[in-house]
């Protein structure tokens, strides 16, 4: 299982952003695929997450009606969609995977993941 993101880089307060998370190695239909982000001296949270098997997904509060996750199966990428960026969204932004038996009732918990990018960098300036 191979997970790459793109799409990061630094951007104005009120912008946006289109994150990508290419994966590789599995079927995204037996998976679930977070997106969770690490600002400096704070811990990893999620920032959305969908698992295809049942179609949930979970976005975290300070980010709805902002963020919206999506995929695209033929070409094995998720994305995030994230408009009216705040400083607050500042964060090495990391894509996730998981068997999604795994995460049946614990979508937006980092620990349970198995698989991980090498993260991409999401500057907002004030």
């Known amino acids: 299982v191979q997970l790459v993101e793109s799409g990061g880089g630094l951007v104005q307060a009120g912008g946006s952003l289109r994150l990508s998370c290419a994966a590789s190695?599995?079927?995204?239909?037996?998976?679930?695929i977070g997106w969770f982000r690490q600002a400096p001296g704070k811990e990893r949270e999620a920032v959305s997450c969908?698992?295809?098997?049942?179609?949930?997904?979970y976005y975290a509060d300070s980010v709805k009606g902002r963020f919206i996750i999506s995929s695209d199966n033929a070409k094995n990428t998720v994305y995030l969609q994230m408009n009216s960026l705040k400083p607050e969204d500042t964060a090495v932004y990391y894509c996730?995977?998981?068997?999604?038996?795994?995460?049946?009732?614990?979508?937006?918990?980092?620990?349970?993941?198995?698989?991980w990018g090498q993260g991409t960098q999401v500057t907002v300036s004030s």
């Open positions: 190695g599995f079927t995204f239909d037996d998976y679930a």
């Open positions: 969908m698992s295809k098997s049942d179609g949930s997904t």
């Open positions: 996730a995977a998981v068997v999604h038996t795994k995460v049946v009732v614990a979508l937006h918990v980092p620990g349970k993941y198995d698989y």
